[in-house]
């Protein structure tokens, strides 16, 4: 049977993204996700509901995220749930689901100052465009400076 694993999330930075590199040089960051949830309960009353991720990106992509994300930023991620398991150094045995970002893409509110590109003045920010005019890592090609 066929399996597939494909997670889509919008949330806010929790903390500044954590750079790295592995030994062989190959940028890895690290980032906490909140994302939340609001429904009505049974007796009327509004309830609210926040769900923490972990997330990991890795080479450019880490690089790009590093440069253009804060605390508190908003961020559409898509990417795959990935399974750690070790053992802590009491012997216990321990797990975490993360999820491993293969692309992302600006939304309102990361556009201009130090978290994104430049406005470009349509109310979009730096997301406004159509997704083959951005590169494959989600951030528009030009504003990339290399």
Do not use: H
């Not at 995220?65 to 749930?81: M, Q």
């Not at 045995?93 to 201009?112: A, D």
């Amino acid at each position: 049977m066929a399996s597939y694993n494909k997670v889509l999330l919008l949330g806010n930075l929790t903390r500044d993204p954590q750079l790295s590199y592995t030994p062989s040089q190959t940028a890895v960051v690290d980032l906490g996700l909140a994302t939340n949830r609001r429904w009505t309960g049974q007796d009327g009353s509004q309830r609210d509901e926040t769900c923490f991720v972990d997330c990991r990106a890795f080479g450019r992509l880490a690089e790009n995220i590093n440069k253009f994300f804060s605390k508190g930023k908003p961020i559409f991620l898509e990417g795959r749930l990935t399974y750690d398991a070790w053992t802590a150094q009491d012997g216990s045995k321990k797990s975490r689901l993360r999820v491993t970002i293969e692309n992302f893409q600006f939304l309102p509110g990361t556009g201009g100052g130090s978290a994104g590109g430049p406005d470009r003045g349509d109310g979009g920010g730096a997301d406004a465009r159509p997704p083959q005019d951005r590169g494959q890592d989600g951030v528009p090609d030009d504003e990339i400076p290399f």
